[in-house]
């Protein structure tokens, strides 16, 4: 049988293509620094390097919301959901309000300076609410365990003062490469 | 009687039970009507949530193409199975229509469909979730119709009218179809207060989703999850919330019929499983008598049906039947014509069985335009009626014994 003649140049074309796109540096789109491929976030500046934040953002809002599905009986009933809700001058990426004045505030991390704002925000709110509060912060890691930088900076005496208020700080971590993530 | 040559199955009592069953349906059906007026897509948000599980791909494009031309806000497909195949088809699609948010959700496990749905509707921002399965195809202005109904503030869930496209096999298409044209009939006669939303095309307000998404999950029988029936149970939900089901019958779609008279049966085992599990949860929680009576007929003949088909066995086997010894004779005093009883048995009952089964369908007032779609031959009816009674029936009798077997997603 005839064997067909390889397209060399159009396997080598798909090799390079293929190179390009695993070892291109990621330039960070805030402070322009070049960032190895490997970097979920910028060294420099801590912003994310997704392509489509968005698209990262949502996966880890879905990531938790699996996760409460599972232990759903852990929890009370939930009541309702909202997207992008204030709760005094902080926007939380998605809040799930359960039934006994429960609530769990997920916030995406991005920037180290603002956990601690956040939790004293939310203790305020909390200071005439009096609601059951669950602040979960979503924080995606790289390969070695690290989100780059961004480690939660949030000292004992905060914790503290939030557990008066009825407020619990959790901190939920995923693993960038783990299987079927949107950054591949 | 079993020791004569007279034998034959007589099911006299069953096709009455079917004939006073399907004309008393026909006839409470007649009252309904539509919704014309209602909610319109400039007052709400719309979702679409696809639960998806190795279904075939170009089925799936085809549903999810129906879903972008009723220009929902947002398109949501949760695959179960994990596979990249799929992933790729919705980011062609993405790519093809920038303007519609089509959401993929896949996190490499297997959910089961319960969770799947759970976590559309979490995901999802619409105020009306529709409900597609992935087979099924929307005609361009379905959820336009369905969203009517939701201007009553009680109606929390809407059923569509799900119709069959053939993919294979004739006898599973037209069993099939007949079957979702017969539950037109008693969707409309019970409109405001279903048995079941069936889950191929159906709409619900996300706030009762959501709120009933514990009770969803955590649904059991005895010490064992029921991980099966979701449209079931999200309807029996509402009805014991208080809240209305409603039908509207214009919000068309089309679902992939089974393409094996095997899958065929498979699915309807299914489907007579959780509706008996469920009847006997009615009975159990009081919903049963809470409900209209139009509601508690429609749960006692579907109860019945399988009774009386062993009713009918019994009669046939325990019960004297002269009426083909008296013909028989008359014949052969008449025309002098020696017809072997047993052959004379056959032709009657074979020519009972088409004629019942066309009557029934007659009774039963189903739509004739899709009726007339069908092509159904004199042949057809006998092998329907041949199949129904010695297939289907004695399956819903095994069905009722074994109503606890309650398996996963078993569409694939």
Redesign the interface.
Known sequence: MEEKPLRLDKELKSIKNKLKYTYRNKKCKFCGHKNPHNYIYCEKCSKPLAADQEIVK?WL???Y??LL??K??D?P?????R?KSKIGKVEFDYIIELADNNKILLYIVQEEKKIADIVNEVIDYNKINKERIRIVFLLLLDQSGQNNSIIPNVDGKIIEDAKNYDIEIEYFEINSY???NPLG | MLFTHEFIYWPFHLILFLIVAYSTRGFLAKRYKPYKEGLSRDQVKVSVVIPEYKEELSILEKAIRSAIYNKPDEIIIVCDDGRKEEEQLIKKLQQEYPSIRISFISHGKKLGKRTALALGWLVATGDIIVQLDSDTIMEPNTINEIIKPFAGPKVVGVQGHPLLFNTGSRVSYVMGQIIELARDVVCKMLNGFLVVIDGKIAAYRRDFLIKNIKNLLLESWGNSKIILADDRALTYFANEQGYKTVYQSTAIARSAAEPTLYKFITQQLRWARSGYLYLIKDIKTGLFFKAPRRYRFQEITYLLSPVSFTAALIQTLFLNVQVVNILDESILLSTGLNIPVFLLSLIIFLIGLGLTFALAIELMKLDKEEIKKLRIKFIDVVILGLIGLFVIYPMTLYAMLTYRNVTDWLTR
Do not use: F, M, P, Y
């Not at chain 1, 009933?77 to 959901?81: E, L, M, N, P």
């Open positions: 949502e809002i879905q990531k919301l699996l599905l599972e759903i009986s929890h009933d939930i009541v309702a959901t997207r783990g299987k079927n």
